[in-house]
Every structure is written in C-alpha cells, then in structure tokens.
C-alpha cells in the first residue's frame, strides 16, 4: 500500500513537471521565435526608413506574427485554466467538453447533468475537471467505444459522475496492477487526481447498460 502511494505522488510530481516543460517549450519555441523575427523586421525598417514600399511590407509581417502570437498564447491560456470552466462553472465546463469532443468526429459524446449544481473551490474545480477529461481521451484512446455518455448526479452530498461507453472496459485491479508494474503513466495521473479531490474512483467492468467508470466527489460545504 505504502509503494502504491508512493508511486502516486511520484506521478503527481512527474505531472507537474511534464506541465510546466510543455507550456515553457510552447512559449520558448512559439512565442519566443516569433518575437525575434518582429524585433529583425523592426530592425530592417530602422535601415530602411526611406524604403516605403519595404516598410509598409515589415509592418504588415509583424502585424501578421503578432496576431499569431496572441492565438498562441491564448491557446496556452486555455489549457492552463479553460475559459468555460472559469466563467460559467464546472457543469457548463463540462458540457463544453463533451461538445468538443463530439464535434471532433471521432466518438459520439452525451452529457447528461440532471440540472446539477456545484461548488468547488477553484483547485479542486480545476483538478476534477481535468480528471473527467483525462477518463474522457483514455476511453477515445483505448477502449475503442464509439458512444459515450456522462451523468451527473447528486446522492449524500457527493457529485456522482457515471461514465457509460460501448468500448472495452476495465477493472480496478487491471488498473492497479498497471500502475504497480510502472505502466500508464496516465493512469497514475488520473489516480493522483482523484486523491487530491478527495474523489471515489471505481473502474465497472459490467454490460454496456451500466456504467464503466463511476466517481464520486464530495461537494463543496465551505471548509474543503
């Protein structure tokens, strides 16, 4: 038990450093790169001052990159805090989700919130909608399902969030014994989110009419 929880938190760790690696790349190789050819171009219309046509072309350039650049970091904003789930909360944060991902083609998404309404303290917000979006992509990853449907619920003040799909499913212990033997490092990011939301965890490996994973987070009571 101890190891478990020990490979836990080295998860959580390794998470956390794996974020802020990607977004300092992002602005490193994106933002960075597009800042130095905007301050060359300034540095060409110095020299060229009384080239007009030369000048007005540079000034066209820079515009162009800087609108680039602000798309680029507005995408880095969005996954570092997504905007939905900053101004309209976690439920319609959660709709969003699903409608992206059902737009995207790939799988049939419903979302299904029986009129939920929760509070979270802004971490635990966060890190549970990044939970629910983590189950999400590993079942589109690797249960091969083509249908999913997510509901919530409200029982003994808890947040319910069913997850039902018709791909391949897995057990509790399949997913221990995973993280154990140091495989799916996605898993143990998923774990490690759950404990920090306080949240029940449970993989159903049952027919296609129950749900496949179901999580259970308690609600908000002013002191979490």
């Given at each position: ?8 938190l ?13 977004i ?13 050819v905007?301050?060359l171009?300034f ?28 798309s680029?970091?507005?995408a880095i ?6 905007p ?26 419903e979302y ?30 690797h ?7 997510l ?7 808890k947040l319910?969030?069913?997850?039902y ?16 033997a ?21 993989y ?21």
């Amino acid at each position: 038990e101890n190891e478990f929880q020990r490979q836990l938190l080295d998860a959580s760790v390794e998470e956390a450093e794996a974020e802020r690696k990607k977004i300092a790349g992002n602005i490193h190789d994106d933002v960075g790169m597009t800042l130095n050819v905007i301050k060359l171009n300034f540095t060409k219309i110095k020299r060229n001052i009384g080239n007009t046509d030369l000048t007005l072309k540079l000034i066209e350039d820079n515009q162009t990159i800087l609108e680039d650049s602000i798309s680029t970091l507005r995408a880095i904003s969005h996954d570092l805090m997504p905007p939905t789930l900053s101004m309209l909360g976690f439920v319609k944060g959660l709709k969003e989700l699903c409608r992206q991902m059902d737009l995207s083609g790939l799988v049939k998404v419903e979302y299904q919130s029986n009129d939920v309404k929760v509070t979270f303290n802004k971490k635990n917000e966060l890190q549970l909608y990044r939970l629910i979006k983590e189950l999400l992509n590993n079942i589109v990853k690797h249960s091969g399902a083509t249908s999913i449907k997510l509901d919530t619920s409200i029982q003994q003040g808890k947040l319910i969030t069913a997850i039902y799909h018709n791909g391949q499913g897995i057990s509790n212990d399949m997913i221990r014994e995973l993280i154990e033997a140091g495989k799916g490092i996605g898993l143990k990011s998923i774990q490690s989110r759950a404990q920090l939301t306080s949240s029940d965890l449970q993989y159903l490996n049952g027919a296609e009419t129950e749900p496949k994973i179901v999580l259970k987070t308690p609600i908000y009571d002013g002191k979490n």
